[in-house]
């Protein structure tokens, strides 16, 4: 099993600015993904994260906005660039073992 | 795209039993069960893998018809501590989920 460190577990921040999530997992895994969770919502997948190259994103979601870094096997951030309230969510990072994934515990933004 | 999830809620007696369901258009490789109780993170429940593997918790039992793509969740003699929104998350062998729009469920005494 994996054990995943998330931080921060929440954050209020100002419209128009950036926050980094971090990500740091327990063992070396190859794929290190960013679901978002918006209030009362299912998660969508933002981006896959693999050390060595960028960061694969989903439709809808861009670089721009959501920067990711993934400089090892352990760990990865996101950044939630030029905030606005619509960015208000959970932010979760996933690992990916045989047979089971693991969450983060997420962290919750509101922007105000 | 997204798989579809059935029912959207449910309420249960302590006791009682309830089935959870969850459709793709896409031929799948698994599929992920998940809980997920306000303010906490999703916890892994279950998964089920094309070709019959599976692994998950003692108590909890699914199902998985590859050629329907389907999978359903059973929530057997239900206790207090099933109650929150159940997710299924379907990949299609490239290590992605991709999540139903979730069930809650209400476990009552």
């Known amino acids: 099993s994996a054990v995943i460190s998330q931080k921060p577990s929440r954050d209020i921040c100002q419209r128009g600015t950036s926050l980094t999530i971090q990500c740091q997992v327990d063992?070396?895994?190859?794929?290190m993904f960013w679901y978002r969770q918006q209030p009362g919502q299912s998660l969508t997948l933002i981006a896959t994260?693999?050390?060595?190259?960028?960061?694969?994103?989903e439709s809808g979601f861009v670089i721009d906005k959501f920067p990711i870094s993934r400089p090892n096997l352990t760990f990865s951030t996101l950044t939630v660039s030029n905030m606005s309230p619509e960015d208000s969510s959970i932010y979760l990072c996933?690992?990916?073992?045989?047979?089971?994934?693991?969450f983060g515990q997420g962290t919750r933004l509101t922007v105000v | 795209q997204q798989p579809v999830q059935s029912p959207q809620a449910v309420i249960l007696r302590e006791g009682e039993d309830a089935v959870i369901n969850c459709s793709s258009s896409?031929?799948?490789?698994?599929v992920h069960w998940y809980r997920q109780k306000h303010g906490e993170a999703p916890v892994f429940l279950m998964i089920?893998?094309?070709?019959?593997e599976q692994k998950g918790h003692e108590k909890i039992s699914a199902s998985f018809n590859e050629k329907k793509q389907q999978s359903s969740l059973y929530l057997t003699a239900s206790q207090l501590s099933y109650s929150g929104t159940y997710f299924c998350?379907?990949?299609?062998?490239?290590?992605?989920?991709?999540f139903g729009a979730g069930t809650t469920v209400t476990v009552r005494a």
């Open positions: 996933s690992v990916d073992q045989p047979l089971e994934a693991f």
């Open positions: 063992s070396q895994v190859t794929m």
């Open positions: 994260a693999n050390q060595g190259s960028e960061a694969t994103y």
């Open positions: 896409k031929a799948l490789y698994s």
């Open positions: 089920l893998l094309k070709g019959g």
């Open positions: 998350g379907t990949e299609w062998g490239d290590y992605k989920l991709s």
